[in-house]
């Protein structure tokens, strides 16, 4: 039961433009969302999150986007940097429960 | 300030053998997560402890078992290896046991089943 879904497992981008990253949820009780970066060889790390009250959270060139009707959210990246390829895994929880992770998107920013 | 400590991080083992892996979470961290990466299927959870309790479990069989000991260090086994359980298995670490907290993770120990 995949109740977070991030449909675009590659994405390419040129250095300097925005990178969009998408991740759409089926469980309503969700109200925690958070982003996480994961290098080869290394386990993943936290980037950014935010909780349902919300419907945007900044963090310099990170910015996430809620859309609790569309039950989506997005992660933008601008500028992008070579530095910012990676696997991006969107993750949802609420209350007490487990922490669920979508499939991952694989981002390449090329120079 | 030490990391989450994965061992071992590379192993194989062949169908029907049975594995254990251990994790020691970031000093003061009391809530440790389990979760087993492979390709296409992102971070499936398996488990969470908290203070020694298991507090979550996910759908996994029952040949994945694990425990948390009272410094908070875990272990995961699994029996009766299948080839399917080959995969990255991930501990992730957090201060407290909320699922609004930043979990820190290991680098993995992934585990090829032959």
């Known amino acids: 039961d995949q109740q977070v879904k991030q449909n675009s497992p590659s994405l390419s981008v040129q250095e300097g433009r925005i990178s969009i990253l998408n991740c759409d949820y089926t469980?309503?009780?969700?109200?925690?969302f958070l982003w996480y970066k994961k290098y080869p060889a290394e386990g993943p790390t936290f980037l950014i999150s935010?909780?349902?009250?919300?419907d945007k959270n900044e963090d310099g060139r990170f910015t996430v986007f809620l859309n609790k009707s569309a039950k989506h959210l997005s992660l933008h990246i601008v500028p992008s940097q070579p530095g910012d390829s990676a696997v991006y895994f969107c993750?949802?929880?609420?209350?007490?429960?487990?922490?669920?992770f979508g499939a991952g998107t694989r981002l390449t920013v090329k120079p | 300030k030490a990391g989450v400590t994965q061992t071992p991080r590379y192993l194989i083992k062949t169908r029907g053998q049975q594995v254990t892996l251990s994790c020691s979470p970031i000093?003061?961290?009391?809530?440790v997560s389990w979760y087993q990466q492979t390709p296409g299927q992102g971070l499936q959870f398996l488990f969470e402890?908290?203070?020694?309790?298991?507090?979550n479990k996910g759908n996994f069989p029952g040949r994945f078992s694990g425990r948390q000991f009272s410094n908070s260090r875990s272990e995961m086994n699994v029996s009766t290896l299948e080839l399917g359980d080959s995969a990255l298995y991930l501990c992730?670490?957090?201060?407290?046991?909320?699922?609004?907290?930043?979990?820190?993770f290991g680098e993995g120990s992934r585990l090829t089943v032959l």
């Open positions: 402890y908290f203070s020694e309790t298991q507090r």
């Open positions: 469980n309503s009780m969700f109200d925690y």
């Open positions: 993750a949802a929880s609420y209350n007490n429960n487990d922490m669920r």
């Open positions: 992730a670490s957090s201060l407290v046991q909320t699922r609004t907290g930043e979990l820190f």
């Open positions: 935010i909780s349902s009250i919300k």
């Open positions: 000093s003061g961290h009391r809530s």
